[in-house]
T-cell receptor, first 113, second 114 residues
Framework: TQLLEQSPQFLSIQEGENLTVYCNSS?????LQWYRQEPGEGPVLLVT?????EVKKLKRLTFQFGDARKDSSLHITAAQPGDTGLYLC?????????????FGKGTLLTVNP | NAGVTQTPKFQVLKTGQSMTLQCAQD?????MSWYRQDPGMGLRLIHY???????DQGEVPNGYNVSRSTTEDFPLRLLSAAPSQTSVYFC?????????????FGPGTRLTVT
């Protein structure tokens, strides 16, 4: 069974601070996706990384896929209250002809003004 | 595109009642799925479909039925609601991008069973 562990589970910071959240597994994934979920809404896909060591930037958000494709990190620079939400990582893997997405349980981020 | 839509947004049922959660997508995605999200448990896959007429079970299928008569629609039926089915339900569809898939979620249905 593939598992994705996210840390920390909860994070409360002040506006303007930097933060990093982590997504770790003992399994290798063909892709790693990050989603943000706001209260009362469904998860929204932010980014997909597919190559070991890949780094993608989305404004103040930086996503990195580990060299061995077993882990990923999300770094937010100068966090804003609008960044508040549940951040989910999901690992994609193939089992025969089936593609499976394994979700972590998420990091709940609160950015206080 | 409206993306993935779900109705209703909220629902309260009594134990033993049945109901259908509706899901539709207008992106012509072959793959659709249903998840439930519970505190501390994350997203858990209930059922999925790889195309019209084809469905299969996920990790928590008991108490739920699905069918897929068209590419666009993928309803989830609760046969006899139980308090353990109190949860937030998300429908999703996905499409292939290179050798992987990207998934899109609906806004969710919050279900309470009393």
């Amino acid at each position: 069974t593939q598992l994705l562990e996210q840390s920390p589970q909860f994070l409360s910071i002040q506006e303007g601070e930097n933060l990093t959240v982590y997504c770790n597994s003992s399994s290798v994934f063909s892709s790693l996706q990050w989603y943000r979920q706001e209260p009362g809404e469904g998860p929204v896909l932010l980014v997909t990384v597919v190559t070991g060591g890949e780094v993608k930037k989305l404004k103040r958000l930086t996503f990195q896929f580990g060299d061995a494709r077993k882990d990923s990190s999300l770094h937010i620079t100068a966090a804003q209250p609008g960044d508040t939400g549940l951040y989910l990582c999901a690992g994609g893997s193939w089992g025969g002809s089936n593609y499976k997405l394994t979700f972590g349980k998420g990091t709940l981020l609160t950015v206080n003004p | 595109n409206a993306g993935v839509t779900q109705t209703p947004k909220f629902q309260v049922l009594k134990t033993g009642q049945s109901m259908t959660l509706q899901c539709a997508q207008d992106m012509n995605h072959e793959y659709m799925s249903w998840y439930r999200q519970d505190p501390g448990m994350g997203l858990r896959l209930i059922h999925y479909s790889v195309g019209a007429g084809i469905t299969d079970q996920g990790e928590v299928p008991n108490g739920y039925n699905v069918s897929r008569s068209t590419t666009e629609d993928f309803p989830l039926r609760l046969l006899s609601a139980a308090p353990s089915q109190t949860s937030v339900y998300f429908c999703a569809s996905r499409h292939r991008v290179g050798s992987n898939y990207e998934q899109y979620f609906g806004p969710g249905t919050r279900l309470t069973v009393t």
